[in-house]
Nanobody, 127 residues
Framework: VQLQASGGGLVQAGGSLRLSCAAS??????????IGWFRQAPGKEREFVAA????????LYADSVKGRSTISRDNAKNTVYLQMNSLKPEDTAIYYC???????????????????WGQGTQVTVSS
């Protein structure tokens, strides 16, 4: 499975961005994958942002983005989206998408649980 993250950019505080994560390789099994978004700011550890579990499972959000972000997936296009609104300077980071097939719910927020990673897309929010 290969993942391609895109959609990042420079935006003013209060603005919006939609990130995309396109997967190649899984074919129709894409719907069974849990897809997560993580971010890493300079000098900080990678942190969980949001995830959509496979097979119509739950969506999860970090408290820091809950209410401002929406994760969705189009299984026909093997793509997951992260719509981020009301962006803040503290949202500035490289955003990575990741995929895994055997995640149990309790590990969905853990980067170590994911098997495949994309290359990241930079999000910069100016104040």
């Amino acid at each position: 499975v290969q993942l391609q993250a895109s959609g990042g950019g420079l935006v003013q505080a209060g603005g919006s961005l939609r990130l995309s994560c396109a997967a190649s390789g899984p074919g129709p099994t894409f719907r069974t994958y849990t897809i997560g978004w993580f971010r890493q700011a300079p000098g900080k550890e990678r942190e969980f942002v949001a995830a959509t579990r496979g097979n119509g499972g739950a969506t999860l959000y970090a408290d820091s983005v809950k209410g401002r972000s929406t994760i969705s997936r189009d299984n026909a296009k093997n793509t997951v989206y992260l719509q981020m609104n009301s962006l803040k300077p503290e949202d500035t980071a490289i955003y990575y998408c990741a995929a895994g097939r055997t995640l149990i719910l309790s590990t969905t927020r853990e980067a170590s649980a994911y098997h495949y990673w994309g290359q990241g897309t930079q999000v910069t929010v100016s104040s």
